[in-house]
């Protein structure tokens, strides 16, 4: 990993992060909690964030029961 993130990657960076917080935001339901697709869309987001930092990250079995 490199020791400081290009400009692109800080332009990256902000942009995931305000589609994180903007996705976390949402509270249509009325109870704190964001709706689940809206969860799921701030995690793609995470997930995007993380790579950008050299970090790698796996998706769960989806199919456990």
């Known amino acids: 990993m490199e020791p400081t993130l290009t400009d692109i990657e800080q ?3 902000v ?3 305000e589609k994180i917080r903007f996705a976390l ?3 249509a339901n009325g ?3 964001p709706c689940r697709t809206d969860r799921i ?3 793609e987001h995470m997930v995007a964030y ?3 930092h050299d ?3 796996t998706r ?3 199919n456990k029961e």
């Open 11 to 13: 332009k990256q960076l």
């Open 15 to 17: 942009d995931l992060g």
């Open 25 to 27: 935001e949402c509270d």
């Open 31 to 33: 109870t704190g909690l």
């Open 41 to 43: 869309n701030s995690v």
């Open 50 to 52: 993380l790579m950008l």
């Open 55 to 57: 970090y790698k990250v």
């Open 60 to 62: 769960p079995n989806l």
